[in-house]
């Protein structure tokens, strides 16, 4: 069975700290993407990656950057994590094209700034 | 550019009546469409799509969708309610983007399912 896995389900941070949130997938697919979800809003998406070491902003990317050194994993940084940051993390990843296979995603990240 | 609506933000159906979850879509091409469901504190799972095959789509669960071009609809149906259909569904479109197809989603539509 496919997986995106997503390092922790629950984390609470300190405003300023700065904050890795991790995912992980098995398929070797080539695309990832990060997106946060937040009531009444959706799904937001912050930064996706089409390669190794190729990434692109999505439509929110302020306050965060992302990392991709190898094709399975793809990392969201909050380079110093502020309160309206708190949300639903969402990784998903896909072959191209997305129009035919779609996305899989993981189970999400519940992050807290306090 | 693309978008899709989701005209519901909340439905609430009693256990064994039908469901209708509805969706209209902008595209200026052909657009491939989905469902995606997810339950309290998990990740989005794919309940069915549409990639410009047949018009009347059937995925998991009993669930099923009816791509109608003149209406720009993708309106999601079960015959019958379950309880464990309770969850929040999101309807996407695609997107032509750069160097490929991105998807974006719909804000949601939360089911209840009563007893």
């Known amino acids: 069975d496919v997986k995106v896995t997503q390092s922790s389900r629950y984390l609470v941070k300190r405003t300023g700290e700065k904050v890795f949130l991790e995912c992980v997938q098995d398929m070797d697919h080539e695309n990832m993407f990060w997106y946060r979800q937040d009531p009444g809003l959706g799904l937001r998406l912050i930064y996706f990656s089409y390669d190794v070491k190729m990434k692109e902003k999505g439509d929110i990317p302020e306050g965060y950057s992302v990392s991709r050194e190898k094709k399975e994993r793809f990392s969201l940084i909050l380079e110093s994590a502020s309160t309206n940051q708190t949300s639903m993390y969402l990784c998903?990843?896909?072959?191209?094209?997305?129009?035919?296979?779609?996305?899989?995603f993981g189970s999400g990240t519940r992050l807290t700034v306090v | 550019a693309q978008s899709v609506t989701q005209l519901d933000s909340h439905v609430s159906v009693s256990e064994g009546t039908p469901v209708l979850l509805r969706c209209n879509y902008s595209?200026?091409?052909?657009?491939?469409l989905f469902w995606y469901v997810q339950h309290p504190n998990k990740g989005l799972q794919l309940l069915l799509k549409y990639t410009s095959a047949a018009t009347l789509v059937k995925g998991i669960n009993g669930f099923e969708a009816e791509f109608k071009k003149s209406e720009t609809s993708f309106h999601l149906t079960k015959p019958s309610a379950h309880m464990s259909d309770a969850a929040e569904y999101f309807c996407v479109v695609s997107r032509i983007y750069n160097q490929g197809g991105k998807l974006i989603f719909g804000q949601g539509t939360e089911l209840s399912v009563k007893p």
């Open positions: 595209s200026s091409y052909s657009p491939s």
């Open positions: 998903a990843s896909s072959l191209p094209p997305y129009r035919e296979w779609g996305y899989t």
